[in-house]
């Protein structure tokens, strides 16, 4: 069972960065791919990027390519995406979640979710 708990949410102005973080209860984080989800209301859930187990290899949708960023600390069981050049339509709920490496897309554990607002 992992928990996942993000923070680093807010209100941010059209341009502006933040970043969210999201921290792991789990003794076996590295065992984990990890991934940002995001849903704004109305819209379907969107994967925005995900994270291998070592950090190496990361995807990212297209409509963050360039400006976000996911990293990750094992050391730390945390999960990190740096948002850059925000757009109003990244106004959304963000969410951390978990796959096992033996079904790395099928993503069984979540967090809560924080809100991203970007304002004009």
């Known amino acids: 069972q992992v928990q996942l708990l993000e923070s680093g949410g807010g209100l941010v102005q059209a341009g502006g960065s933040l970043r969210l973080s999201c921290a792991a209860s789990?003794?076996?984080?590295?065992?984990?791919?990890m991934a940002w989800f995001r849903q704004a209301p109305g819209k379907e859930r969107e994967r925005v990027a995900h994270i291998n187990w070592s950090g190496g290899i990361t995807y990212y949708a297209d409509s963050v390519k360039g400006r976000f960023t996911m990293s990750r600390d094992n050391a730390k069981n945390t999960v990190y995406l740096q948002m850059n050049s925000l757009k109003l339509e990244d106004t959304a709920v963000y969410y951390c979640?978990?796959?096992?490496?033996?079904?790395?897309?099928?993503?069984?554990?979540w967090g809560q979710g924080t809100q991203v607002t970007v304002s004009s």
């Open positions: 789990t003794r076996t984080f590295s065992g984990y791919t």
């Open positions: 979640a978990a796959a096992d490496l033996s079904m790395p897309d099928q993503y069984d554990y």
